[in-house]
């Protein structure tokens, strides 16, 4: 399975590859993208099973980078790992058709519950 990470920070897009690898996802194959624009053009090419995406980024942040995928027909699994949550930004991205949001900072217990049933072979 391919997980595209998309985050502005290059540590940030490491920290969530390792985090991964802890919470039992070392067998996935990973693809990085620096912003939303950059991520759309990967899921098009690379086509992800998964996206992992911060929500604040420059060019095409994360709300419209989901958004986006969705008016293009995308049905790609998407998740936000952001260092904000409000109530607002949780229900907006459900309403985009985001699975979940993580929240700032995490562990590897915190990505193993968001994906489980989401990483299915």
Known sequence: MKILIVDDSKAMRMIVTRTLRQAGFADHEY?????????????????????????????????????????Q?????????????????????????????IAKPFTADTFAEALSGVLVA
């Open 73 to 101: 027909g995308s049905g790609v699994r998407f998740g936000f790992v952001t260092s904000e949550s409000t109530d607002a930004m949780r229900a907006l991205a459900a309403e985009s058709g985001a699975l979940f949001l």
């Open 31 to 71: 693809v990085e993208a620096e912003d939303g624009a950059q991520g759309l053009a990967l899921v098009a090419s690379e086509k992800p099973d998964l996206v992992l995406s911060d929500w604040n980024m420059p060019e095409v942040n994360g709300i419209e980078f989901l958004q986006r995928l969705r008016e």
